[in-house]
C-alpha cells in the first residue's frame, strides 16, 4: 500500500497488477487516468529496474538529469548523486519515489513510457 502523502499528480502505481496514473488524489483513494477510483489499500509500488529506467528514457545512469546529477545504482538500489553527494539518505525503491524527486530537481515532470 502506498500512503497518500507519497503521491503526486501524474504519478505511477499498480493496481490490482496493471500499471495506472494517478490523476485526482482523494481522502479515500485515487482517480486514474481511466477514471478509476482505487482505494489507498489496493496502490503498490513499481519496483524500479533497469527495464522501467529504460522506459524512463534513462538508459545510461550516469547522465540522468544532468552533467552533475545522476543515478547511481550501489548494489541492488538506486541512489540520486548531485556533486558527488547522495540527495537522498535512503535508496530510491519505487517509481513515484523517483518521479517526486525527479521533478524535485527539474522543476518537471519526468517523460515515462509504460
Not at 547522465?63 to 540520486?80: L, Q, R, S
Request: hydrophobic share 40%; glycine share 6%.
Amino acid at each position: 500500500m502506498i500512503k497518500a502523502n507519497e503521491l503526486r499528480q501524474g504519478n505511477w502505481v499498480k493496481v490490482m497488477g496493471y500499471d495506472k496514473q494517478v490523476w485526482d488524489i482523494m481522502i479515500d483513494g485515487v482517480n486514474t487516468l481511466e477514471n478509476e477510483c482505487c482505494p489507498y489499500d489496493l496502490l503498490e509500488p513499481i519496483v524500479l529496474s533497469p527495464d522501467i529506467l529504460e522506459k524512463c528514457g534513462i538508459i545510461d545512469c550516469e547522465d540522468f538529469v544532468g552533467e552533475n546529477t545522476y543515478i547511481k545504482i550501489i548494489g541492488a538500489e538506486y541512489f540520486i548523486i548531485c556533486d558527488h553527494v547522495k540527495v537522498s539518505a535512503k535508496p530510491i525503491k519505487y517509481l513515484h519515489q523517483l518521479q517526486n524527486l525527479y521533478f524535485s530537481l527539474c522543476g518537471e515532470e519526468l517523460s515515462i513510457n509504460l
